[in-house]
């Protein structure tokens, strides 16, 4: 069932994501990179999926665009302004690749060709949905470079892209996935090899982006500060699934799933002195051939016997937008993460969790 | 042992455990001609000074190409400086001799940033942990014993010991690489980003890990990062740095308090706070452009090309100042030395 706001009418919705999974076959077993995952995208807001390396945030957004390999299986429903791209051939889906929904990924050196200036990347995205002009597509690519803050543009758009810093590249980089309005952008970890100052400039120019084409943006991150000054609605994902749906202010000040609150005691903070934090034992689990229950239950302080047994579905609480994946949400909701988590650093090994813990 | 407690006791404000004095580190830069010329020097670090205290950690801040790892590297010997000094005790360790620095390499220890590339993948963690007592001939006396009661220490199982670097998941890398570095009972861990490769949940573990340790073992802390929320939950003083010069330097609390130079400031302003309605209503001071080529800096102040002061709010007159003239590292009263002509402390959270 897909977790629906009651505010949302079928006309908003962008981009609809329903029980959507990847696997991988591998030697060792299938690798259950997402495993079921449910959302809606409205017209103009902005999606943060928050999650730790190898939660699958960054699968979902491959399947969505059709970019995964062809050994990965993909089942579920993703429609786009009512069509289903599961199921469109490559020549449909490079219709709407670019023009209805683009992306940005976080190394700016390896998304843009070496061999060819920005200008001339910005424009072939342009002529690729357009019929115009060469000249009129410098222009505009001319343009976009301006609205991406890149000074001195038309000289600019000379440069080959190592020329410029990394952070002029993603600015390229966002210029090109504005370039044909689309409906929809993914920005997958836009920031993460950046600086912080530069980071700035960054999401600033992502704001932009999205201001000016009044696409929906779904921003991708594991730095939960960008997502609290960026995102309307965040999900949390673990293990492949989200585990936390609501609104920033919902997901950071009320987390319901233990998750949650335990990465939020995780973090050190700028802007309070914290005393101690509060880890989250043990890792990750691998993704490959999971056990039944709640793959979150080896670290979770609240586990007890139905947790191994049964996995929790998304469920709501007393405020209906606000979902979590957990059999004892109530007994998260309004507790620090000192309450659940204790601060000591011995041993970050859970029982049962050392056999076959071998990553990577 | 008992000695140095109350040395800590009874100095902790006077005497360093580490003094860098003026150290300056350039690295030459050759054409691309059949003869590969020298034709010019990145000015990596250029006249760094700091003490490090007994039972203090120091946290070394800044983007990268600040010169952050470089004046870390410098510092052990790792690498030489071109000039400056650094003092360990009171010694010299520019002027040691090959044997002499050897011994003193075990008060000094590093831990690396990335836990898969500072492991060797073909050693068990035993081993790895244990050649360090074999190179300083301490492993005969009980230094199997000393392998287990390490990554006791350091909350890895010691009957894990046999197993190799890649059955590990990074976190318990990076404390494998711990108590590789404790084996020879440092004074002095340099941490070069040794959380930066972390996820968070881990990354929280180990920050507490050595925080224990420190506390434990007396231990004096040279924390390189790049992420000042994390420097600021570890560090007792932090010092920014920006292209090759500490621009300021203040216990931990007063800089993120009232932090004066316009570059701490501009700094503390760009990193987002996991909260969001403060998100929302910050104040951000956003610099523009990127940082300058430590190959050819800029004159005077090296931060003025991206200053918004100096293209906002000072007079002409006053912009000389920041072009011809070099800022001193003084206190300009503000509690903490400062590298800004026209330093200002503000409120920003």
């Given at each position: 069932?897909?977790?629906?706001?009651?505010?949302?009418?079928?006309g908003?919705?962008?981009?609809?994501?329903e029980?959507?999974?990847?696997?991988?076959?591998t030697?060792?077993?299938?690798?259950?990179?997402?495993?079921?995952?449910n959302?809606?995208?409205?017209?103009?807001?902005?999606?943060?999926?928050?999650?730790?390396?190898?939660s699958?945030?960054?699968?979902?957004?491959?399947?969505?665009?059709?970019?995964l390999?062809?050994?990965?299986?993909?089942?579920?429903s993703?429609?786009?302004?009512?069509?289903?791209?599961?199921?469109s051939?490559?020549?449909?889906?490079?219709?709407?690749?670019?023009?209805?929904?683009?992306?940005?990924?976080?190394?700016?050196m390896t998304?843009l060709?070496?061999?060819?200036?920005?200008?001339d990347?910005?424009?072939e995205?342009?002529?690729?949905?357009?019929d115009?002009?060469k000249?009129?597509a410098?222009?505009?690519a001319?343009?976009?470079?301006?609205?991406?803050h890149i000074?001195n543009?038309?000289?600019r758009?000379?440069s080959?892209?190592?020329?410029?810093s990394?952070?002029m590249?993603?600015?390229?980089?966002?210029a090109i996935?504005?370039?044909?309005?689309?409906?929809?952008?993914?920005a997958?970890?836009?920031?993460?090899?950046?600086?912080?100052?530069?980071q700035?400039?960054?999401?600033?120019?992502?704001?932009t982006?999205?201001?000016?084409?009044?696409?929906a943006m779904?921003?991708?991150?594991?730095?939960?500060?960008?997502?609290?000054?960026?995102?309307?609605?965040v999900?949390?994902m673990?293990a492949?699934?989200p585990?936390?749906?609501?609104?920033?202010?919902e997901v950071?000040?009320?987390?319901?799933?233990?998750?949650?609150l335990?990465?939020?005691g995780?973090?050190?903070?700028?802007?309070v002195k914290?005393?101690?934090?509060?880890?989250?034992?043990?890792?990750?689990?691998s993704?490959?051939?999971?056990?039944?229950?709640c793959?979150f239950?080896?670290r979770?302080p609240?586990?007890?016997d139905?947790?191994?047994?049964?996995?929790?579905d998304?469920?709501s609480g007393?405020d209906?937008?606000?979902l979590?994946?957990?059999?004892?949400?109530?007994?998260?909701?309004?507790h620090?993460?000192?309450?659940?988590f204790?601060?000591?650093a011995?041993?970050?090994l859970?029982?049962?969790?050392?056999?076959?813990e071998?990553?990577? | 042992?008992?000695?140095?407690?109350?040395?800590?006791?009874?100095?902790?404000?006077?005497?360093?455990?580490?003094?860098?004095?003026d150290?300056?580190?350039?690295?030459p830069v050759?054409?691309?001609?059949?003869?590969?010329?020298?034709?010019?020097?990145?000015?990596?670090?250029?006249?760094?000074?700091?003490?490090?205290?007994p039972?203090e950690?120091?946290?070394?801040?800044?983007?990268s190409?600040?010169?952050k790892?470089?004046?870390?590297?410098v510092?052990?010997?790792?690498?030489?400086?071109?000039?400056?000094?650094?003092e360990?005790?009171g010694?010299?360790?520019?002027t040691?001799a090959?044997r002499?620095?050897?011994?003193?390499?075990?008060?000094l220890?590093?831990?690396?940033?990335?836990?898969?590339a500072?492991l060797?993948?073909?050693?068990?963690?035993?081993?790895?942990?244990?050649?360090?007592?074999?190179?300083h001939?301490?492993?005969?006396n009980?230094?199997k014993?000393?392998?287990?009661?390490?990554?006791?220490?350091v909350?890895?199982?010691?009957?894990?010991?046999?197993?190799?670097?890649?059955?590990?998941?990074g976190g318990?890398?990076?404390?494998?690489g711990v108590?590789?570095?404790?084996?020879?009972?440092?004074?002095?861990?340099?941490l070069?980003?040794p959380?930066?490769?972390?996820d968070v949940?881990i990354?929280?573990?180990?920050?507490?890990?050595l925080?224990d340790?420190?506390?434990?073992?007396?231990?004096?802390?040279?924390?390189?990062?790049?992420?000042?929320?994390?420097?600021r939950?570890?560090?007792?003083?932090?010092?920014?740095?920006y292209?090759g010069?500490?621009?300021?330097?203040?216990?931990a609390?007063?800089?993120?308090?009232?932090?004066a130079?316009?570059?701490?400031?501009?700094?503390?302003?760009a990193?987002?706070?996991p909260?969001?309605?403060?998100?929302r209503?910050?104040?951000?001071i956003v610099?523009?452009?990127d940082?300058p080529?430590?190959?050819?800096?800029?004159?005077g102040c090296?931060?003025r090309t991206?200053?918004?002061?100096?293209?906002?709010?000072l007079?002409?007159g006053?912009?000389?100042?920041?072009?011809?003239e070099?800022p001193?590292l003084?206190?300009?009263?503000?509690?903490h030395?400062?590298?800004?002509?026209?330093?200002?402390?503000?409120?920003?959270?």
């Amino acid at each position: 069932m897909t977790p629906t706001d009651p505010t949302t009418t079928a006309g908003d919705t962008v981009l609809e994501v329903e029980d959507l999974t990847v696997q991988f076959p591998t030697d060792e077993g299938l690798v259950e990179a997402v495993r079921g995952v449910n959302y809606e995208l409205r017209r103009g807001e902005v999606l943060g999926i928050v999650g730790e390396s190898g939660s699958g945030k960054s699968v979902t957004s491959l399947a969505v665009m059709g970019l995964l390999p062809k050994t990965a299986r993909v089942s579920g429903s993703v429609r786009f302004n009512g069509n289903e791209l599961l199921e469109s051939t490559d020549k449909q889906l490079s219709r709407i690749r670019g023009r209805g929904i683009s992306m940005v990924f976080q190394d700016p050196m390896t998304s843009l060709n070496p061999v060819y200036t920005v200008g001339d990347q910005i424009a072939e995205t342009i002529l690729v949905h357009n019929d115009i002009s060469k000249k009129a597509a410098h222009k505009q690519a001319i343009e976009l470079l301006e609205t991406v803050h890149i000074p001195n543009p038309e000289q600019r758009a000379k440069s080959y892209p190592h020329e410029l810093s990394g952070g002029m590249r993603q600015r390229v980089v966002i210029a090109i996935a504005m370039a044909n309005q689309p409906d929809v952008i993914i920005a997958d970890e836009p920031t993460t090899a950046l600086d912080v100052t530069v980071q700035a400039q960054i999401l600033d120019a992502l704001r932009t982006a999205q201001k000016e084409t009044g696409a929906a943006m779904i921003l991708i991150t594991h730095d939960l500060g960008v997502i609290a000054g960026q995102a309307d609605r965040v999900m949390v994902m673990y293990a492949g699934k989200p585990v936390e749906k609501g609104t920033a202010d919902e997901v950071f000040y009320t987390p319901r799933m233990p998750y949650t609150l335990g990465l939020l005691g995780s973090l050190p903070r700028l802007d309070v002195k914290t005393e101690r934090l509060t880890p989250i034992a043990g890792s990750p689990p691998s993704v490959i051939n999971m056990p039944p229950g709640c793959p979150f239950s080896p670290r979770c302080p609240l586990s007890d016997d139905i947790c191994d047994q049964e996995e929790p579905d998304l469920e709501s609480g007393s405020d209906s937008g606000h979902l979590a994946a957990c059999h004892f949400s109530y007994r998260v909701e309004g507790h620090e993460p000192a309450d659940l988590f204790r601060p000591n650093a011995e041993d970050p090994l859970p029982a049962g969790a050392t056999e076959g813990e071998v990553i990577e | 042992m008992t000695e140095t407690a109350l040395e800590v006791e009874s100095t902790t404000s006077r005497t360093p455990v580490l003094s860098a004095r003026d150290i300056v580190k350039h690295f030459p830069v050759h054409g691309g001609g059949l003869l590969r010329r020298r034709i010019g020097d990145v000015h990596a670090v250029c006249g760094v000074s700091f003490d490090l205290y007994p039972n203090e950690t120091l946290g070394l801040v800044g983007e990268s190409g600040c010169g952050k790892s470089t004046t870390a590297r410098v510092v052990l010997n790792l690498q030489p400086a071109t000039s400056g000094e650094v003092e360990f005790e009171g010694q010299n360790l520019n002027t040691l001799a090959r044997r002499e620095m050897r011994r003193l390499r075990r008060s000094l220890q590093i831990v690396f940033q990335d836990p898969y590339a500072s492991l060797d993948p073909r050693i068990p963690v035993n081993e790895i942990v244990a050649e360090p007592l074999r190179i300083h001939g301490l492993y005969e006396n009980g230094g199997k014993e000393r392998v287990r009661e390490l990554l006791a220490t350091v909350g890895l199982r010691p009957e894990h010991g046999n197993r190799f670097p890649h059955e590990f998941s990074g976190g318990q890398r990076q404390r494998i690489g711990v108590a590789r570095a404790l084996a020879l009972e440092p004074k002095v861990l340099v941490l070069d980003e040794p959380v930066s490769a972390l996820d968070v949940s881990i990354q929280a573990g180990v920050l507490n890990l050595l925080e224990d340790l420190q506390e434990n073992l007396g231990l004096s802390y040279l924390f390189v990062s790049h992420d000042l929320s994390v420097v600021r939950h570890v560090a007792d003083r932090i010092a920014v740095m920006y292209l090759g010069k500490i621009v300021e330097i203040a216990p931990a609390e007063q800089l993120f308090e009232q932090p004066a130079h316009p570059y701490t400031q501009a700094l503390i302003s760009a990193i987002p706070v996991p909260d969001p309605r403060k998100e929302r209503t910050r104040q951000r001071i956003v610099i523009t452009g990127d940082v300058p080529s430590p190959a050819n800096p800029p004159s005077g102040c090296r931060f003025r090309t991206r200053c918004p002061k100096f293209a906002n709010q000072l007079s002409d007159g006053q912009r000389t100042k920041c072009v011809d003239e070099v800022p001193e590292l003084i206190d300009r009263g503000h509690g903490h030395p400062s590298a800004c002509h026209y330093a200002e402390a503000a409120q920003l959270i």
